[in-house]
């Protein structure tokens, strides 16, 4: 007896996307935890998950990862552009670390936070906000850089104004032989930013989708609510917006070089990610699945092994 045989005519039937086959989804997560970074035939040849054994080494290990392509871009003479996320955030501490060991300055790097709270109209918390993504990438990285840090006027937050600005900018970057590089975390609901599964629905075929930049007061799925609830506001539903403005597959998929991070683990055998890890490793790219398209990009995964599984009943 399991979800699918029990669903219908129950409170969650219509409730996930329309597009996703919870069969499928199912057998992606079926694999001995061995396996996981078996490579798959639509992995991009320069794409590999690094597997973790506990949190702190994954925040060094993605933090480093971030500082060294900081460093790459700077020794080259070149700018560089970073999608950067509010989740995981361990990572932003090392990276610091790193440049200001490696006496690094960041006036090259153009950073664009890829989503932010928000209400319906797409206006966002202020600045000065605990909850407010901005407020936390000025405490974890841009703020602790101290001297080496990134310009401000290079900063870019997904506010009503700014957002709909990336494209553009990113463009103009390009055009002048900076890379782009996305740093993410992968949802419980398979989004990339607040690039919702459910938007797939819209679109007539996946290039439409993938031509989508942003999406200004996008809709949250209640998953996605309750996920930020568990792991951003300390249980408290009712301090979570239910709408945001997000980033779309239009910027994430121009990346030149990619470093994820997946540490949902939840501690004495609990977890919230590994059916989200292991869709993404597993499932091909999939309008309804956003993060399924991020092993058909160059760069790194990093994960915690305990997300491997095995993915099955253990009562707490």
């Not at 219908?8 to 086959?21: N, Q, R, T, V």
């Not at 993504?133 to 700014?162: I, K, S």
Request: proline content about 6%; hydrophobic content about 40%.
């Amino acid at each position: 007896m399991n979800f699918m045989q029990t669903v219908k005519g129950s409170m969650l039937e219509g409730f996930y996307p329309a597009g996703w086959d919870m069969d499928k989804i199912d057998s992606c997560c079926s694999h001995p935890p061995e396996t996981i970074s078996e490579r798959q035939s639509f992995w991009h040849n320069e794409f590999q998950p690094i597997s973790c054994n506990e949190v702190q080494e994954l925040d060094v290990k993605m933090g480093h990862e971030i500082a060294s392509q900081i460093r790459r871009s700077k020794v080259a003479g070149r700018k560089v552009a970073f999608i950067l996320p509010v989740g995981p955030m361990g990572m932003y501490k090392w990276a610091v670390y790193f440049l200001k060991e490696w006496n690094i300055d960041c006036s090259h790097v153009y950073g664009f936070n890829m989503d932010e709270w928000s209400d319906g109209e797409g206006r966002t918390l202020p600045s000065d906000n605990p909850g407010a993504f901005q407020y936390a990438m000025e405490q974890a990285f841009y703020g602790p850089l101290g001297e080496l840090t990134v310009p401000v006027n290079q900063r870019h937050f997904a506010t009503l104004e700014t957002l709909p600005t990336y494209a553009d900018k990113i463009a103009a970057l390009k055009a002048e032989g900076a890379e782009l590089i996305t740093v993410f975390g992968i949802g419980r609901m398979m989004h990339i930013a607040f690039w919702e599964p459910h938007f797939g629905a819209e679109f007539e075929n996946d290039a439409e989708w993938s031509k989508q930049t942003h999406r200004i007061g996008a809709q949250l799925h209640p998953l996605t609510i309750e996920q930020n609830a568990i792991t951003s506001f300390k249980s408290r539903t009712t301090l979570v917006p239910c709408r945001a403005n997000t980033i779309g597959p239009g910027l994430f998929l121009q990346s030149d070089y990619i470093i994820g991070g997946c540490d949902g683990a939840l501690g004495r055998g609990m977890q919230w990610q590994g059916l989200s890890l292991w869709t993404t490793l597993r499932h091909g790219p999939y309008r309804w699945l956003p993060s399924t398209y991020m092993p058909t990009l160059p760069g790194k995964l990093f994960f915690l092994n305990e997300l491997a599984g095995p993915l099955e009943a253990d009562v707490n």
